[in-house]
Structure formats: structure tokens, C-alpha cells
């Protein structure tokens, strides 16, 4: 096995003005933090710096999978990123290499105090055979907060989107050529120091590993039935609803387990006496009522810090609001919607559900894009909720049809970052 360092710039499909939050400073080789001193003095390098990155191609390529067959998760690429830190060192030179085992102390304290966070995102192939991330800009962003949120460190998110362009570059091949398939991106930070004791890390490792997937539904849309979940709740006020933390995953498995027992596919998570609609399942939710007056108006939770601030929740808001102020008009929506991030409960649900004025409900995520409802099991009965011939609603589906249409390339948009072309 043989390593080369290499140096990277990375770019934007269109030519638009890039957000200042990506903006990264230079000193000599070395790309720093706009917080952090660049002074020649300093003896460390204390972010992450793309320049010295490592490449170690494996020695062993597996076979590529058939299309056809792919699990989500199940199947990996050949090689991982790995970033090392320690609070007396800070971030250590990236390498890439091939995808292996990582070896961990018993005291780890990401083991007794899940001390985890991690993202998630997508390359995709266009037909012209660039490859793009969709909004990866926004992943950092989140993936930064949570770091704060358990003290883990925080990073220059602009220098770990070179890194990663890098590795999907070398792991191109395994970008499925199919319609509708995709490589999943799962970059992860954990503590690492194995010191027992509850108390920010002193060491941590920031690792990125890839994924072939297939379309979630390959077989077009099927509506979910859902649980309104009154025995548990996902997160709370002042919790870590907001943040994209490992420890927040584990406990629905159980509530997941006791929804598919009662016959539904996720739970609906409530939050307090009034039963206020969160999220659903693992993703964001959205309703669509219509006023007394006819209005339609589309409806999802405020990021209130028990909502995960969701990109493709942030992508829906954004192509609808475009439409109701003319910025760009999308077909099959109605000329005027309202668009509201406000508290739902299910009185609300249950009452334009009585008076025919529900619309549709979905989850909204990176795996599935958009996931329709047919009904919510609630106190021992079922909302039946509305939905379209071919699954999807007369919202959702024009929607969900801008946001592909994005993410493959069949339509321009500056959401996409070029990865390889």
C-alpha cells in the first residue's frame, strides 16, 4: 500500500456567491478556522487541514454490488476518512484509507456516555457523469452544532467537505449508474479517550464512511401508517431533540418495536397534554390543511430545539416559499399557499380531518425524501388521511419532484457541489 499527500479545491456547480459560512482563510498550506489565531507562533495546526491529507488505496477492492440488490447500510465502499484530534494537538493530518476496523479502548467515552454524533447526505451521478452533494454546506453547519451541544471539537466544516469530495472521488465506481441510486454519506465524531468520568474529551475521532443505495421506494410510493405515541416521547424542552446525537436514536427503538406490534410503520411523536405533532419516525413532519376560506396552507413544527433542523425540511420550505412569491413557480401546486412553521396538535389533525379540510401529511428526510401518511393511530382509533392514486399527495408530489429533479441534475440549482466531473 502506498500514500500520497495531495491538495484540493473545492467547488460549486453554478457560479452563484457562496455562503460566508464557507468561506476558509489560508496561511501558507494550512487552512484555518475564521476563529482561531493564524499567528506564526502557533505550534499546532488546530483545524483541519485539507493540504495534508493521506491517500492509502486498499489492496483488496471488493466487488461492486448489484444494483438491483442494495440494503441501505448494509454495503460499503473500499476506503474511510479518518481525522484524529486531541486537545493538546487539535486536528491531525486527514488520511484516507481502506475501510476497516476501528480500534477503541474499553474506557472509550463514547461507549459508556455516547459521547456520538453524526450526518447524513448523498452523491449523486447526474446522466453527463458529474457527481454532486445536495446542500453539504447545511450537514456541516448541524453537525458543528451538535459537536458544541456534547463538547466535542468543532471543526472548519469548508475543510472536511475537501476531505470527503476526496474520498468519493477515489470511490467513484460505487456511485450507482441506476436511476434514483445514490452513495450515502455517514461522517461520524466520537470521544475516544478512554478515561472514565463524565467530562468533555480530550481526544476524539472524526471518521466518514460511504454507502450504495438504492431509491427508498423501488417499487413507487407506499403511504406509512403511523402511531400517535403518547407512552413515550422522542425529545423535550432544553433537551437534544435539536441535534443530531447518537444517544437520541437508541431509545426509539423500543417505541419503533411497540408501533410495528399495533400495526404501524413509525411513531408519531407527540410532546405534552395537548399532544403537539413533532416529528415522525426518524424524520421531519409536515401537514397540509386548508382554511375555512380555501387557502392551503402547509404546516411543519417550529425548530423550537426539540426539531431537528432538517435539510430536506429546510429544502421544502424553501421551494414552496419560492413559489407563493413568484421566485420560481412550481407546476401542480396551487397558485397560493400559505406556509407556516407553527405548533399542530392532533385536535387540529383530528378536526380538518371531521370537516374534509386535511390535505395530506409526510415526513420529510435524507433517506427517503419525502415519505406520504395514510392514517395515524390515535387513542384506539385510526385518522384516516388522505392520499393521491399513486401515493403521494397533490402537495408533496410536485415537491418531491423539484428536490429529485435537484439532486440528480435534471434540474440546475446551486444546492448542488460538484464533486468530480
Request: glycine share 10%; with cysteine; proline share 7%.
Amino acid at each position: 500500500m502506498s500514500s500520497v499527500r495531495l491538495s484540493f479545491h473545492f467547488t460549486r456547480l453554478t457560479q452563484s456567491a457562496t455562503r460566508s459560512s464557507w468561506r476558509a482563510t489560508a496561511t501558507g498550506s494550512r487552512y484555518m478556522s475564521q476563529n482561531i489565531s493564524t499567528t506564526e507562533e502557533a505550534a499546532v495546526s488546530l483545524d483541519i487541514e485539507p493540504s495534508r491529507l493521506t491517500v492509502t488505496k486498499t489492496m483488496s477492492p471488493k466487488e461492486l454490488p448489484a444494483s438491483k440488490n442494495l440494503m441501505f447500510g448494509r454495503t460499503f465502499s473500499d476506503h474511510m476518512l479518518k481525522i484524529r484530534w486531541t486537545d493538546a494537538t487539535g486536528w491531525e493530518a486527514p488520511s484516507i484509507e481502506p475501510f476497516g476496523t476501528i480500534n477503541l479502548s474499553p474506557g472509550a467515552t463514547v461507549l459508556h456516555y455516547a459521547q456520538s454524533l453524526f450526518e447524513g447526505m448523498k452523491a449523486y451521478r447526474h446522466e453527463d457523469g458529474t457527481v454532486t452533494m445536495f446542500r453539504p454546506d447545511m450537514n456541516m453547519k448541524r453537525m458543528n452544532n451538535s459537536a458544541k451541544r456534547l463538547a466535542l471539537p468543532a471543526f472548519d466544516g469548508n475543510a472536511l467537505l475537501e476531505c470527503i469530495k476526496e474520498l468519493i472521488s477515489l470511490d467513484r465506481q460505487w456511485i450507482p449508474k441506476e436511476s434514483g441510486h445514490s452513495l450515502y454519506i455517514r461522517p461520524t465524531l466520537i470521544g475516544t479517550n478512554g478515561t472514565l468520568g463524565v467530562a468533555p474529551p480530550t481526544e476524539a475521532l472524526l471518521f466518514v464512511i460511504t454507502s450504495p443505495v438504492g431509491p427508498y421506494y423501488p417499487h413507487g410510493f407506499k403511504p406509512v401508517p403511523l402511531h400517535g405515541t403518547t407512552e413515550y416521547i422522542r425529545a423535550a424542552p432544553g433537551g437534544t431533540g435539536a441535534y443530531k446525537l447518537a444517544a437520541n436514536y437508541a431509545p426509539g427503538v423500543v417505541a419503533q418495536k411497540s408501533a410495528a406490534k399495533q400495526g404501524y410503520a413509525q411513531n408519531l411523536w407527540l410532546h405534552g397534554p395537548e399532544h403537539w405533532l413533532t416529528e415522525v419516525g426518524t424524520m421531519n413532519l409536515f401537514a397540509v390543511i386548508k382554511d375555512k376560506d380555501g387557502i392551503t396552507e402547509l404546516i411543519t413544527p417550529p425548530l423550537d430545539g426539540m426539531i431537528l433542523p432538517g435539510v430536506t425540511r429546510d429544502s421544502v420550505l424553501a421551494l414552496a416559499r419560492n413559489h407563493t412569491s413568484g421566485v420560481k413557480r412550481l407546476g401542480g401546486l396551487p397558485d397560493v399557499i400559505k406556509v407556516s412553521e407553527r405548533p399542530i396538535n392532533m385536535g387540529e389533525i383530528i378536526q380538518s380531518s371531521k370537516e374534509g379540510r386535511l390535505v395530506e401529511l409526510f415526513g420529510t428526510g435524507t433517506a427517503a425524501v419525502v415519505t406520504p401518511v395514510d392514517r395515524i393511530g390515535y387513542n384506539g382509533g385510526d385518522v384516516t388521511i388522505p392520499t393521491g392514486k399513486d401515493g403521494m399527495g397533490p402537495i408533496s408530489e410536485p415537491l418531491w419532484a423539484e428536490l429529485v429533479g435537484i439532486q440528480t441534475g435534471a434540474i440546475k440549482s446551486n444546492w448542488n457541489y460538484v464533486v468530480a466531473q
